[in-house]
């Protein structure tokens, strides 16, 4: 397939149609300047009550719509497996009942192994409504990772009272390798030899606990509801205490500020992982808090996997889509060449989201085309600012001025502290979606806010207007990436990379910038097999080394280069070298993450001999250089 559209409506034509009105919150903000540079801002509008407890959003909906599809999942047959609130309710109610009996807590929390699924929910969800504590974890560190290096680590950190996997045959290896004697393993099918396993249907056939109601009752704003982990530079993972505080505080941030989700209950097709934040905090709670329905998507934004998410659609209209950019970037063609899923994607779809990198106007632009040749106007997209810490939800774009790079103004409930750093601002939060600290490292979470109590996020903005700060910021890279030439002069990281995947686009997924203390920047340069496969379609799938060496890859690369190349003002600016990496980028190493994102400074120091490798006096083959 071709990743370019072939559209009646022009991608650059389609900038000229109207976007779908859509109800929404804008922010806006007064701003406080300090003698010092300092730049504080605040949102006029207060943030709205939010609940005691995020399960107080399932009493709701149980009652007020009990038979609407709360979530589903594929069956073996094909179908949808189905649970709606009022199932949830019940099932939530005797799954924590089985939870509060075994004395589980902080101390003893539970951790879940596998990748979404209903029986996830299920656990994750009896956890939330008994006051236990859950870390949801990557199953890349079970089942991709060679050595459990991160798993051995966050199990020794958190010591679970019990640990939770969809199939025991699956898991078994790392089960094995890293869960004590004395730690219940608790499954919905499966076994792991000499160990005991218990049976999720075992936990559904519970009786309910008389203290059930007393326990849920207690629950209040400073519970912790959850650990989400998140890798620092060396890559062992931090677990993020997430209080009900924050999670209830987050969805009324959302739902004010994306105003359309009290338009119509949001039904959702969602691949994005609930070990991370955007899929579980942001995406699963948005669909809990509003009363919608999430159906969960198998696929993946890769090949062997874009099908299924494709499958999915044809089914199912979303209300609101949720991906990261490499995802929208996958599905653009089956959109273009299949009109029955197009017309089902735009049929009542109010916006577009995107997070975790940036969008290219490649893809923005596409979907802009698609949307008016189907609906005869382009369907807002949108994105903004968040972490981990913040739940996610911090700054929000408006749709008339959302772009890429942009990630406009602190929502509702949110105060931002921009501080002048070597040029830059630096962003800081506050705002009760902030996460208190780290569990069990208090050393990490000392550092991680400042004398006021703002949470560091590391990244820098800029305004998009100088002179009208309700224009809203952009994204100015991260600051512990941006690094100095042997001149002195200050490289910029963050969007640098962006203008060099986007002009290289659609053969670079990312690109690592070295160049610290140097002469002159070069690039170790991630490739898009899927890009690649379209400059030459008899390329090997998923095999990087052939797409790397490929002739016809490397002289499409290098015209592409070449043009970013001549764009460049100065030595800040200005690749002169790149070398196209041919192995795999390390999950054991802190390299990437599961969802893809890479690590900058870990990719710079575990390949310490590729940049020797780039600043050879006399490079080989490999470097392609154009100075």
Same mark, same amino acid.
């Given at each position: ?344 994607? $735009? @049929?009542?779809?109010? +916006?577009?989201? !995107?997070?975790? =990198? ?8 596409? &979907?802009? *085309? ?104 952009? $994204? @100015?890279?991260?600051? +512990?990436?941006? !690094?100095?030439? =042997? ?8 969007? &640098?990379? *962006? ?127 154009? *100075?």
């Amino acid at each position: 397939m071709s990743a370019e559209p072939d559209t009646s409506v022009s991608a650059t034509a389609a900038g000229v149609h109207p976007l779908r009105p859509i109800s929404f919150g804008n922010p806006e903000v007064t701003v406080e300047r300090r003698a010092d540079g300092t730049i504080y801002l605040r949102p006029k509008v207060k943030l709205a009550d939010y609940p005691v407890r995020i399960m107080d959003r399932l009493h709701h909906w149980a009652k007020a719509e009990p038979n609407r599809v709360f979530m589903a999942e594929r069956s073996a047959g094909g179908g949808w497996r189905q649970i709606t609130y009022a199932q949830l309710l019940e099932t939530t109610r005797r799954i924590a009942s089985a939870l509060i009996a075994r004395g589980l807590s902080a101390e003893r929390p539970i951790v879940i192994l596998s990748g979404n699924s209903v029986d996830h929910a299920l656990i994750a969800f009896g956890a939330l409504y008994g006051g236990i504590p859950f870390c949801p974890v990557s199953p890349a560190y079970s089942l991709v990772s060679r050595d459990y290096g991160k798993l051995n680590f966050l199990i020794k950190l958190l010591t679970p009272g019990l640990v939770f996997v969809d199939d025991a045959d699956k898991f078994a290896d790392a089960l094995v390798a890293n869960v004590p004697a004395g730690v219940e393993i608790a499954a919905s099918r499966g076994a792991v030899p000499r160990r005991d396993v218990s049976r999720l249907a075992d936990l559904l056939a519970a009786p309910e606990d008389p203290r059930l109601d007393a326990v849920h009752e207690a629950i209040g704003p400073d519970t912790i509801a959850k650990f989400l982990l998140t890798s620092g530079s060396t890559g062992n993972p931090k677990a993020v205490i997430n209080t009900q505080r924050m999670i209830c505080a987050n969805q009324v941030m959302l739902r004010e500020t994306l105003a359309f989700l009290k338009d119509e209950p949001p039904v959702i097709v969602d691949w994005l992982p609930w070990n991370h934040t955007f899929g579980g905090n942001h995406n699963i709670g948005l669909t809990l808090y509003n009363g919608g329905s999430m159906y969960l998507d198998e696929g993946k934004p890769m090949p062997g996997g874009i099908e299924e998410t494709v499958r999915n659609l044809r089914e199912i209209s979303p209300t609101v889509y949720f991906n990261v950019p490499k995802g929208y970037e996958s599905l653009l063609p089956y959109l273009r060449d299949d009109a029955g899923l197009r017309a089902k994607f $735009f @049929d009542r779809l109010h +916006a577009m989201f !995107f997070s975790g =990198a940036a969008l290219s106007p490649f893809v923005w632009n596409s &979907l802009d *085309a698609l949307a008016v040749q189907e609906k005869g106007y382009r369907v807002p997209m949108l994105t903004g600012l968040g972490a981990t810490e913040t739940s996610p939800f911090f700054m929000s774009v408006r749709p008339d001025t959302s772009r890429s790079g942009h990630v406009g103004l602190p929502v509702s409930g949110n105060d931002a502290k921009l501080l002048p750093n070597n040029g830059k601002l630096e962003v800081r939060a506050k705002g009760p979606n902030v996460t208190p600290g780290y569990w069990r490292q208090p050393e990490l979470t000392a550092k991680a806010f400042d004398e006021e109590g703002f949470y560091k996020f590391g990244d820098a903005l800029k305004p998009a207007d100088p002179n009208n700060f309700d224009a809203g910021f952009d $994204f @100015d890279g991260r600051i +512990a990436e941006d !690094f100095k030439l =042997a001149s002195g002069t200050w490289v910029s990281v963050g969007p &640098l990379r *962006a203008r060099f995947v986007g002009t290289c686009a659609p053969l670079v997924r990312d690109v690592v910038i070295a160049g610290l203390n140097r002469d002159e920047i070069s690039a170790i340069v991630i490739l898009d097999l899927d890009g690649c496969r379209l400059i030459n379609p008899e390329l090997t799938a998923n095999d990087i080394a052939v797409a790397a060496a490929d002739p016809k890859v490397r002289a499409a690369f290098r015209e592409r280069f070449a043009r970013f190349f001549g764009s460049a003002t100065g030595s800040s600016n200005r690749i002169t070298r790149a070398i196209l990496l041919d192995t795999p980028l390390s999950i054991d190493r802190g390299e990437v993450t599961d969802k893809g994102s890479i690590n900058q400074r870990a990719v710079l120091e575990h390949r310490s001999g590729l940049i020797e490798t780039l600043y050879a006096p006399v490079p080989p083959a490999s470097v392609i250089t154009l *100075a």
